[in-house]
């Protein structure tokens, strides 16, 4: 730290008690000057000879008869004056960061210029300040930080504005010329914290600036903010790193502390001055998952729709980013629901927009071969789909989730989003069994939704017996496995994107990963079943029916497979297949079908179920 030394004569000021203060002399004090609640018995001459101020106070007091003075609103207080009042003693005077905004307000209170003497105050002030101080990264930054106490003088005198101006150009600065102190303590990985060290020893990093300003109020930050985008050299994702790095620094992560009464308004004014703050290019400089905090953080706090709208817009350019817990945000008090689902679907309803625009197409109006093909194009669609019935899942443990809420989201994305359904397929079983009130009417209309053919083979077992899924469903499932089981044939992929296969192995990793305990006893269920079958190389036609029969049926409860074997059993290869829900139970064998007629025969097994 810089700092300054003024006078030669020892300090000679005493205080008795707490509020006086005086001067050790031969000679008698004769005026006395009151700030606030402290007083100063002091010597007029010293005082005449400085300050043009107290010149004609000491003259007005010496015609009423009185020797005190009051000085109201002194900027500074009782310490700026005393450095003022040593100053006039030529007393020793140390100046730095800490009190030289006070000394220098003090100094302009008091009229201390060149005119009353050569050499005053003010002057030398002005000289540590453009000499010392604001040539100093770190001073600047503590100067300019004082200058909030000592409004509106500090604007006056524009101590303020130049200590703006100094620290907005230094950040500019290219880095491998920066050889002044900086903090930089950013938390590193305990395998990279020795290479880190040993880098910052010879390398500076571009956002060396950041944590250093992160300690200014907020005015003073937006301040210093505005003045380095305005200089047009900082990067986009160099300002959404340091406005990460403030809200990190000052906004609270529990509820309780953002929705305090004490601290609500100003948890307001940040959040505003930092939305307000955010790169002009929508698309960059700031993460998704930083974003929708700052989104979670203005619903909480009611910043105002504006607000809230421009994170929206920007959020949508890059939803697919966002993880299952960013959309986690809760509903506002009184709504039925524990997170705002709603909010949720307008960000998807406007991802869906951008990622239309850009391709030049409708998703209603286009058929599913075009949703494959944009599907291969834009790798946004596949992360959106996990995102979304990831975030079903989630929500489908809410009691008070309406069945209407829970469909429109399904809805909200397209095919080719979701070429596998695993994911949906756990969802829904979640929705179902946290409101086990519903209608076989609104079951139908949820399982609806699922395709059943995009299935893995461990879902498809889990849902072949959960008793929880409408009948006509658990045929569905029964009948392609079987299918699939007969021809050899993973599923009918026609419908499906290229790389469905590869989607589903990565449906399995996220549930792993963003499922709760349930999704996870789930998960061994599915683990802890398996589809035999095995292929006949044996040309002769029975025994190859006769070895399938043995190898390559489900393994499921008597009752599932006791309805399988009454819809599959016919008369001959090109019957139709019957369906009762009511006939007895029937324990033929089932019938080998060759693919081709086993491929002819699903519709109408399908629209029979």
């Known amino acids: ?9 020892p300090d000679a000021f005493q205080s008795d008690g707490s509020n006086i203060r005086f001067v050790v002399s031969e000679l008698p004090t004769d005026v006395s000057v009151r700030i606030g609640e402290v007083r100063f018995y002091l010597h007029k001459f010293p005082l005449l000879s400085k300050s043009n101020r107290l010149q004609g106070l000491i003259l ?75 040539r100093s990264w770190k001073d600047s930054i503590i100067v300019l930080q004082a200058t909030k106490s000592l409004l509106p003088w500090s604007e006056e005198l524009k101590v303020a504005g130049r200590c703006v101006d100094c620290i907005a150009s230094k950040t500019s600065v290219d880095p491998t010329n920066i050889n002044w102190s900086y903090t930089y303590n950013r938390k590193l990985a305990a395998s990279d914290e020795i290479v880190e060290i ?23 930050y937006k301040r210093v903010m505005v003045a380095v ?81 421009e994170l929206i817009n920007r959020i949508s350019m890059q939803f697919h980013k966002a993880s299952v817990k960013d959309l986690l945000i809760p509903a506002k008090s009184g709504g039925d629901t524990i997170y705002d689902v709603h909010l949720v679907q307008i960000l998807v309803g406007k991802f869906m927009v951008h990622v239309s625009s850009s391709h030049d197409i409708n998703f209603v109006d286009k058929s599913e071969s075009r949703f494959v093909e944009i599907n291969t194009e834009d790798k946004t669609l596949l992360p959106l789909g996990k995102l979304v019935d990831g975030y079903l899942a989630e929500i489908a443990s809410d009691p008070n989730l309406s069945i209407s809420s829970f469909v429109d989201l399904i809805k909200s994305i397209p095919d080719a989003a979701r070429p596998g359904h695993d994911g949906l397929y756990m969802a829904i079983d979640i929705y179902l069994k946290e409101h086990p009130n519903l209608s076989k009417a609104e079951k139908k209309r949820i399982c609806g939704l699922m395709d059943v053919k995009k299935l893995s083979a461990e879902a498809s077992i889990h849902a072949a017996q959960n008793e ?142």
């Open 1 to 9: 730290m810089k700092f300054m030394k003024l006078g030669s004569k």
């Open 60 to 134: 007005r007091v010496g015609e009423d008869g009185t020797n005190e003075i009051f000085l109201h609103d002194f900027p500074g207080g009782p310490k700026a004056f005393e450095i003022c009042a040593k100053f006039c003693y030529g007393m020793i005077v140390t100046l730095n960061a800490y009190n030289v905004v006070a000394a220098r307000c003090a100094a302009e209170y008091l009229e201390m210029t060149e005119d009353v003497e050569k050499g005053n105050l003010i002057y030398k002030i002005e000289v540590f300040l453009n000499s010392s101080v604001l």
């Open 198 to 220: 040993q880098q910052r020893m010879h390398t500076v990093p571009n956002d060396w600036w950041v944590e250093d300003i992160c300690e200014l109020d907020v005015d003073l």
């Open 229 to 309: 985008k305005s200089k047009g050299r900082m990067s986009s994702d160099m300002i959404g790193e340091a406005l990460k790095a403030y809200a990190v620094r000052w906004l609270p992560d529990s509820y309780d502390a953002l929705v305090a009464d004490d601290y609500m308004k100003r948890n307001r004014t940040l959040v505003e001055t930092i939305v307000s703050l955010l790169p002009p290019d929508k698309c960059s400089g700031c993460s998704c998952r930083f974003l929708l905090k700052l989104l979670k953080v203005v619903i909480l706090v009611g910043a105002g729709d504006t607000l809230k709208e």
């Open 468 to 609: 929880l899924l409408p009948l006509r469903v658990v045929v569905q499932v029964l009948f392609f496995e079987r299918l699939k089981a007969s021809t050899g044939v993973s599923a009918p992929t026609s419908d499906a994107p290229r790389d469905a296969s590869m989607s589903r192995a990565t449906l399995e990793e996220d549930w792993e990963g963003r499922a709760s305990e349930h999704h996870n006893s789930l998960k061994q269920q599915l683990g802890s079943l398996k589809i035999k079958g095995d292929k006949c190389r044996n040309s002769d036609e029975m025994k190859c029916r006769s070895t399938k029969e043995k190898s390559s049926g489900l393994l499921l409860p008597s009752r599932s497979r006791r309805i399988f074997d009454k819809l599959w059993v016919g008369k001959g290869q090109g019957e139709t297949i019957k369906s009762s829900e009511t006939s007895g139970s029937s324990q033929s064998p089932p019938i080998c079908v060759k693919p081709g007629e086993a491929k002819s025969s699903v519709m109408g097994t399908v629209a029979m179920a």
